[in-house]
């Protein structure tokens, strides 16, 4: 897998049982495409001289005008336009880079800022008018002051804090709470938007260095691959005559002002699809339901507190109950995803509201107050409900629900629907925040057919039960080498073996000849990575020669260090062998937040036995980069396509930091079919 697609499965998989796509609104305003064809500060002008020849490179006409925030000088050789989303953590990751930058070409570098407010960040919007309103009363330096403050503070930008921020900053607070009850900016917002979508940049964070596009979080060279190729073109136009004013616009003349359409895909070889008339065997239980029990249709809900797409589809399944009234029951089941830190005990909480007979009280309260659902928030919540707040308190610290819910997951991986939202209707699949009508059209199917076992002699009361009865119990396909384009993204093929080639020694723990082989594709870098680290051992303390565990590199591009420590860790390997890895693989996990150049130095001598003037000569020269990279396309290779961190059980792909549970039925699968 090349690293770009490393980066675009990551944002899947991560999020959450994933990466669905960021797509910004592409409403125009502000009379911004208009301004896209109009010469801003540092533009070339018409007749300026020697406009830049066609150099092939993929450059694009970005707008600067005055209306965008802007740092460092006009005459700067290098123009940066950063289109960027306050809430996004990608952003904020990438912010000590850009400040690196403006240290590192000092004079010869601005940054140009344009907002993209991604619709899933609910706290995007209003930062991003924030931002625009500190511009307004303080210009270009109120802005990257307020635009400091928001990215040193990411995880709080509610409204309050938006307020005091600005006090902080000294504005006018009676004009910034106007500005945001009004959307006073909002029109110039979306005018960024659509100069961003125009350019084919939907995601965040995205530039454009003197036009031309790169996209995400990379790492400083990456950056200054382009500048210092661009700082020569400029130098170039400046000896033909051309005024330092005048180069950005001399570079972006001939650029492209839109995105290329998308080469035609080449079709795939048949893939197998989710079969959408399949019925699964999705039991109640003593799960929390509203509606009553002997309902046409039941349709169950695998969901997640701390989920945005599991909030976004709140509203459509309240559109469902005031739709069809009687003839619906909804039931819900709890999967708290291991990557929500929050939704383990938000669901704890649900759960003994639910003992109180007040779920779906806490259900809407957690879902209405998603960005605030810390253990002090619950107790809160307790309080506001009327519930026994000392019974909440000991339901969070023991984990008392702990069993219900972990029946809940185990429930939806055996269904296939480890990601959230997942729904049955009926028992057949609805998987994520659909829109009203993809409900509508399943459950009217689900209606008549109801009504016509109800009028062959089915009571209504067992109705659902004879519905599922002989209802599948695991995913189940169909062959669809024609679907329409339309049709939904097929599901990762849980039975699908990978052959993932070998790229010779490889670090190992577990018995030589353990009858499961798991490969381990994962970055020092990753928080994800780290946090599954803990059932890693679980899993060897369990099975022990039962299962062998492989270390196999996959640093993505985003995580600036992660290439250099997994170099660095093939090279502790290369002389120690196993046991010198993994303690240093340990020490790396440990201290995530400390792996540059020195700290890897430091590690190697704690480890202790390796020869230090070899372990740096081999990270001067990345001399261990091949044997990394193999490991990435080693995966490319197979047709996987992975996130991190991501499991192989002999062969069957596990993708991200699941729980225990998840790895005990892969195994014991992979155990049976060994026998």
């Not at 659509?194 to 003197?210: D, H, S, Y």
């Amino acid at each position: 897998m090349s690293k770009g697609s490393a980066l675009v499965s990551i944002i899947f998989a991560f999020v959450c049982g994933i990466v669905i796509g960021n797509i910004t609104s592409t409403k125009t305003g502000g009379g911004e495409e208009a301004a896209a064809n109009e010469a801003g500060a540092g533009d070339a002008k018409p007749g300026a001289a020697a406009a830049a020849p066609d150099d092939g490179l993929e450059r694009y006409q970005v707008p600067v005008t005055a209306a965008q925030p802007v740092k460092g000088p006009a005459d700067a050789l290098v123009t940066i336009v950063a289109v960027s989303d306050f809430q996004c953590p990608f952003c904020s990751r990438v912010e000590p880079t850009i400040t690196q930058l403006m240290q590192d070409y000092k004079g010869k570098l601005r940054v140009v800022w344009r907002n993209n407010p991604l619709p899933f960040h609910q706290n995007a919007e209003p930062a991003a008018e924030l931002a625009m309103e500190a511009m307004a009363q303080g210009g270009s330096d109120k802005f990257w002051a307020m635009h400091d403050k928001l990215f040193n503070n990411q995880q709080a930008i509610e409204r309050a804090n938006l307020e005091s921020y600005a006090t902080e900053l000294g504005l006018d607070l009676n004009k910034v709470k106007a500005a945001l009850d009004n959307h006073t900016h909002k029109a110039q917002i979306e005018g960024d938007q659509a100069v961003a979508a125009k350019l084919g940049a939907r995601g965040t964070p995205a530039f454009f260095i003197n036009g031309r596009p790169l996209s995400g979080a990379q790492p400083v060279d990456a950056f200054k691959t382009i500048i210092d190729d661009e700082l020569k073109r400029a130098d170039k136009l400046i000896k033909s005559g051309v005024a330092k004013t005048q180069v950005y616009g001399s570079l972006t003349k001939n650029a492209l002002t839109a995105a290329k359409a998308p080469e035609a895909a080449k079709p795939e070889a048949p893939r197998r699809q989710p079969d959408p008339k399949a019925v699964y065997k999705v039991p109640v239980g003593t799960s929390p339901a509203k509606g009553p029990a002997d309902a046409l249709v039941t349709i169950v809900e695998f969901s997640d507190f701390q989920c945005p797409f599991c909030g976004r589809v709140v509203a459509t399944v309240k559109q469902i109950e005031d739709t069809y009234g009687k003839d619906v029951r909804i039931v819900f089941k709890q999967n708290p995803l291991p990557f929500h830190q929050n939704a383990g005990p938000s669901a704890e909480f649900t759960m003994e509201a639910n003992d109180e007979g007040k779920f779906w009280q806490a259900h809407d309260k957690l879902f209405g107050s998603q960005q605030a659902l810390e253990r002090a928030n619950l107790e809160t919540y307790a309080k506001d409900l009327g519930l026994n707040v000392a019974k909440v308190k000991t339901a969070l610290d023991t984990n008392k629900h702990k069993a219900q819910i972990d029946a809940d997951q185990a429930l939806a991986r055996t269904l296939g629907a480890a990601g959230t939202p997942s729904f049955f209707v009926n028992g057949r699949s609805l998987r994520g925040a659909q829109p009203f009508e993809a409900f509508k059209a399943v459950i009217d199917e689900e209606l008549a057919k109801a009504k016509q076992l109800v009028s062959s002699g089915t009571p209504k009361s067992q109705l659902y039960a004879k519905i599922i009865e002989n209802g599948a119990s695991e995913p189940k396909f169909i062959d669809a080498p024609n679907a329409p384009a339309a049709a939904a993204p097929a599901e990762p093929d849980a039975d699908k073996v990978y052959q993932i080639a070998s790229t010779g020694k490889a670090p190992v723990k577990g018995a030589p000849n353990a009858k499961v082989t798991i490969l381990q594709f994962s970055d020092f870098q990753c928080p994800f990575c780290s946090r599954v680290e803990p059932t890693v051992k679980q899993v060897m303390d369990t099975y022990g020669s039962k299962v062998k565990m492989v270390w196999r590199n996959y640093p993505l591009p985003f995580h600036q260090n992660a290439m250099p420590a997994a170099q660095a860790a093939y090279e502790v390997f290369q002389q120690g062998g196993d046991a010198k890895f993994w303690q240093f693989h340990g020490l790396l996990f440990s201290n995530q937040q400390a792996i540059s150049r020195p700290d890897l130095e430091k590690y190697a001598e704690q480890v202790g036995g390796i020869n230090m003037a070899k372990f740096k000569a081999a990270l001067d020269s990345e001399k261990n980069k091949a044997a990394v990279q193999a490991d990435i396309d080693a995966v490319e290779k197979s047709g996987a396509r992975i996130g991190t961190p991501s499991f192989f059980i002999n062969g069957k792909l596990l993708q991200g930091a699941q729980p225990f549970e998840a790895f005990k039925a892969a195994i014991d699968k992979a155990l049976a079919e060994a026998k």
